[in-house]
């Protein structure tokens, strides 16, 4: 197995005048809506126990006010627990001085935010060289490695242009190169993707998805697109009102929801783009040497178009390049409609 | 007569301690503050020379520089140049040069002091919260009241004037800095910090630049009560145009304090004009559209 990236450990916050002693109510029973209507204290998260491991998309999904943001602030801690530890490759990141945390945060950890946050009074090369500039990375350097950020994500020839110049798709782009420039382990996204438009961030997610595969980072990403969390996500965690609700792959949380809630966060999932030919090919089914072909890991959507080609059954391919059964459309519509 | 109010504590006693308190101030101290200050005394009087000894269109071109390198636009030049050949052709230019001198001082120095004091209120709550009934006293205050203690600290002079100018023009950069910071967009400070930027760098590399546009602004009203001050500053022997409108008021002389207070207004409106096409390009930096 992977090593583990970030470890939480029993993690809580509490927002208000007092917070250990709020915390201390609430280990005594209190729940969130009471200690808010008593104390004025805001509950943000309770008791949060997780493990990301490197290399994978970590997704952090629950509806508004869930305590997403909360959370994901606490592994740069832009926010400080109230209780509980944060381990980075096994060292608690709560020790360190502010010294070692602005080099912590300059140089292993990097954030994509919702509303991009990019710095308007700044080029695009410039917001790109931001974080390697904070690190005294000389000028020429951080402007060259910036320019090889921008190149990666697509947007060559805007380097001398103003954020407020580029469309919002593109200006989160921006925002992904001054967050790959540091050439940080761990990036952290906070609804990266939510304010673009459907095209944009479908394109976004696959180029996400795409860098994932080349570069190895280890992702958190939040989202509250159950379709996004399924596509990136090795694991998805779900948290409801500061609590963890389930964590475990998508075909584990959607085969069996840990509780109601879960189960209704899931229940108008797209099967189609979440279940994978592999699961449903009929290693018995011999198909024509001409058939189309689909990867295994590939999901059922990919088998969509060859049948609406005309095919009457699709090889499913594995990863070591053999034939390992195939698919009729009757075969995919049963695993859609199953339930 | 009857007092309105009962005498309950003795004000006679305590005005004569305060008075007695600030006179051995004055009597122990007056001189070292005279000697602190000559630079600055010499710095407004060289600054006042140099701007009567240049000849006109040399003065009118630099004038010219400023205000391009602070907006690159051309028609604030030309509408500058227009208004200072007015202001020549008035027949008050030594004394307009006097006031510029002044108030050129005591806007820089206000600045110099108010944009780092500005900055320390934005930086702390419990700073501010000192700070703020400070500020009002200091613009409520009638402005005659600073005039005392500066007079009998330095004696009549463009010391005084310059000290009592700062004390009055200082409250809108100071406010209007820590209001600008606390303006700029906390998403776009956290992202600073989450890209482990010191406390330092974010104040220069994201709070101070998107707070320009509020900073000037202040610099501009510290500019303009500056300029509204070198009448009464006049009275304490600033020289300049204020002193042409007191003589005007002194002698009922309806031309010539007429005449004084247009060059006062000329040179309103151009630094009004400089200081605003500073801001509005610093603020199209920050929201820059098209190209
Ligand atoms: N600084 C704060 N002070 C007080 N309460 C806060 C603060 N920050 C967050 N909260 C509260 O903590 C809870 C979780 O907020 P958080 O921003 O983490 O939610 P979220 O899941 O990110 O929601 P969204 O999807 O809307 O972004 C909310 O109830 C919110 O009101
Ligand atoms: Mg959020």
Redesign the pocket.
């Known amino acids: 197995m992977r090593p583990v990236k970030i470890e939480v450990q029993a993690v809580s ?1 509490v ?2 005048r007092d917070p250990k002693g709020a915390l201390a109510k609430v280990r005594g029973g209190m729940d ?1 809506q009471r200690l808010k209507d008593e104390t004025e204290h ?4 309770h008791d949060i126990s997780l493990t990301i491991r490197e290399g994978e998309t970590f997704v ?1 999904m ?12 606490h592994f740069n801690r832009l ?1 400080e627990p109230t209780g509980g530890r944060i381990l980075f490759d096994g060292e608690d990141i709560l020790t360190f001085d502010a010294a070692r945390l602005q080099a912590f945060r300059r140089r292993k950890v990097a954030m994509v935010f ?1 509303r991009f946050a990019l710095l308007p009074h700044k080029t695009v090369v410039e917001n790109v060289a931001y974080g390697l500039t904070l690190d005294g990375v000389p000028k020429a350097e951080a402007l060259r490695r910036a320019g090889e950020q921008i190149a990666l994500v697509g947007l060559s020839g805007f380097e001398k242009s103003y954020p407020a110049q580029l469309s919002g798709g593109m200006q989160q782009r921006v925002g992904l190169a001054r967050a790959l420039a540091t050439d940080a382990e761990v990036l952290l996204m ?2 990266a993707f ?1 304010a673009l438009d459907p095209l944009i961030r479908h394109d976004m997610q696959l180029q996400l998805k795409d860098l994932q595969a080349r570069l190895g980072k280890t992702i958190v990403f ?1 989202t ?1 697109d159950l379709d996004e969390a399924l596509l990136l996500g090795d694991h998805i965690a779900i ?1 409801k ?2 609590t963890l609700r389930q964590v475990g792959t998508g075909s584990e949380i959607l085969a069996r929801p840990a509780d109601d809630y879960v189960a209704r966060f899931v229940r108008d999932v797209n099967r189609a783009r979440i279940l994978l030919c592999g699961a449903f090919a009929d290693a018995g089914l011999i198909v024509a040497p001409d058939a189309p072909v689909v990867e295994a890991g590939a999901t059922l959507e990919a088998a969509f178009a060859a049948f609406a080609g005309g095919a009457q059954a699709v090889a499913v391919r594995n990863g070591d390049g053999r034939i390992k059964g195939a698919l009729t459309a009757q075969r995919v519509m049963e695993a859609l409609a199953r339930e | 007569m009857t007092s309105g109010f009962p005498e309950l504590w003795d004000t006679r006693s305590f005005g004569r301690a305060l008075d007695s308190a600030f006179n051995s101030v004055v009597a122990n101290w007056g001189e070292t503050l005279e000697m602190v200050f000559m630079p600055v005394l010499r710095g407004i009087t060289g600054l006042e020379r140099g701007l009567q000894f240049l000849p006109w269109w040399v003065v009118v071109a630099l004038f010219c520089a400023a205000t391009w390198a602070a907006g690159r636009k051309v028609l604030p030049v030309v509408l500058v140049a227009a208004l200072l050949v007015l202001l020549g052709l008035l027949g008050v230019w030594n004394e307009a040069m006097a006031t510029v001198a002044l108030m050129l001082a005591a806007t820089i120095l206000s600045v110099v002091i108010g944009v780092p004091l500005g900055i320390v209120m934005s930086r702390s709550d419990r700073m501010r919260g000192g700070m703020l009934p400070v500020l009002d006293i200091m613009q409520t205050m009638p402005i005659f009241v600073y005039l005392i203690p500066f007079v009998m600290l330095f004696g009549p002079g463009k010391i005084p004037a310059l000290l009592a100018t700062i004390v009055f023009a200082i409250p809108p950069v100071i406010r209007l800095t820590d209001l600008g910071i606390r303006q700029v967009d906390p998403e776009i400070v956290e992202a600073s910090r989450s890209f482990g930027a010191s406390p330092r760098q974010q104040l220069w590399t994201v709070q101070v630049p998107l707070a320009m546009p509020t900073i000037m602004a202040g610099i501009n009203q510290t500019t303009m009560m500056a300029l509204s001050m070198v009448v009464i500053a006049s009275m304490i022997g600033a020289g300049g145009l204020g002193y042409q409108v007191l003589q005007g008021i002194q002698r009922l002389e309806v031309s010539r304090g007429l005449i004084a207070g247009l060059g006062i207004v000329l040179l309103a409106i151009i630094f009004d004009r400089i200081a605003q096409s500073y801001g509005r390009r610093v603020q199209a930096n920050l929201h820059r559209e098209g190209n």
Do not use: A, M, P
């Open positions: 916050k927002f208000g969130k805001v509950l943000g998260l952090i629950g509806l508004s006010g869930s305590g997403k943001s909360t959370l994901i602030r926010i919702q906070d609804e939510s939040i509250h948290l009102d500061g």
